[in-house]
C-alpha cells in the first residue's frame, strides 16, 4: 500500500535559517504529492504540489521537487520567518482519475521559528 | 476558489447527545467529500469518504452506525456523532474534491472541535 515517511520532529530554527524537510514516499504507480500546511487551530492549507516527476511545486517561497529515483518530496525554504511555525505534513494521492482517490499522509511535523 | 466552511467551529455536548457537523463547498461542486478525525499532535485519520447521493465508505476501524454521514448534495456533506462519549472529543476535518479539476487535489476545511463532557 501506499505510505509517507517524515522526519522527527519537532523542528525549531531562528529567523532567517534555511527549512529542510524531509519526506519519502512508498505508492504503486506514480503519484501526485503533496505538502499541506495547519496553523494553530486551523484546517489544512495546500502549500504546494507536483504532479510528475522531476516537477517542482512553489509557494510562499517554499519549494520541493518530486524526486522519483529517491521517492522524495523534501520540502526548503530558503530563509523562514516567525510566521511560517505551523504544522507541515507531507501527504500523496494516486493518479487515478476517479473521484474516490484517498490522500495518504505523513505523521506531520511542527516548525516554531524564533524572532 | 476552492473554498471549504464548516459548522460549527467548535462544539461542546454533554455525553449521550448527538452531534451534527456540516461541510460545504462554497464555490464548486464536490461530488466527493471525505472526513478526517485528528488527535492532538497526531496525523490526520481518514474516517470515510462520502459520496453525492450513495452511502458513505468507511475505513476500517470506523463505526458507520456511530458516525453518519450524509451527503445529499453536490455542496454538503454532513457528519452526525451519535451517542457522543468523551472518548469522540477530537478535532474532526472534511475536505471536498474539485472535479473539474484533474489533479487528485482535495481542499479543507478549517475544522470542528468537538468536546464532549
Known amino acids: 500500500g501506499n505510505s509517507v515517511t517524515q522526519m522527527e520532529g519537532p523542528v525549531t530554527l531562528s529567523e532567517e535559517a534555511f527549512l529542510t524537510i524531509n519526506c519519502t514516499y512508498t505508492?504503486?504507480?506514480?503519484?501526485?504529492l503533496f505538502w499541506y500546511v495547519q496553523y494553530p487551530g486551523e484546517g489544512l492549507q495546500l502549500l504546494l504540489k507536483?504532479?510528475?516527476?522531476?516537477d517542482k511545486g512553489s509557494n510562499k517561497g517554499f519549494e520541493a521537487t518530486y524526486r522519483k529515483e529517491t521517492t522524495s518530496f523534501h520540502l526548503e525554504k530558503g530563509s523562514v520567518q516567525v510566521s511560517d511555525s505551523a504544522v507541515y505534513f507531507c501527504?500523496?494521492?494516486?493518479?487515478?482519475?476517479?473521484?474516490?482517490?484517498?490522500?495518504?499522509f505523513g505523521k506531520g511535523i511542527t516548525l516554531s521559528v524564533r524572532p | 476558489g476552492a473554498v471549504v466552511s464548516q459548522h460549527p467551529s467548535r462544539v461542546i455536548c454533554k455525553s449521550g447527545t448527538s452531534v451534527k457537523i456540516e461541510c460545504r463547498s462554497l464555490?464548486?461542486?464536490?461530488?466527493?467529500m471525505f472526513w478526517y478525525r485528528q488527535f492532538p499532535k497526531q496525523s490526520l485519520m481518514l474516517m470515510a469518504t462520502?459520496?453525492?447521493?450513495?452511502?458513505?465508505?468507511?475505513e476500517q476501524g470506523v463505526e458507520k452506525d456511530k458516525f453518519l454521514i450524509n451527503h445529499a448534495s453536490l455542496t454538503l456533506s454532513t457528519l452526525t456523532v451519535t451517542s457522543a462519549h468523551p472518548e469522540d472529543s477530537s478535532f474532526y476535518i472534511c475536505?471536498?474534491?474539485?472535479?473539474?479539476?484533474?489533479?487528485?487535489?482535495?481542499?479543507f476545511g478549517p475544522g470542528t472541535r468537538l468536546t464532549v463532557t
Open positions: 507536483a504532479t510528475k516527476a522531476d
Open positions: 501527504a500523496l494521492s494516486d493518479r487515478r482519475t476517479g473521484a474516490n482517490s484517498k490522500l495518504t
Open positions: 462520502s459520496n453525492e447521493g450513495s452511502k458513505a465508505t468507511y
Open positions: 505508492a504503486t504507480g506514480y503519484p501526485s
Open positions: 475536505s471536498a474534491r474539485d472535479l473539474s479539476r484533474q489533479v487528485n487535489e482535495q481542499y
Open positions: 464555490d464548486f461542486q464536490a461530488t466527493t
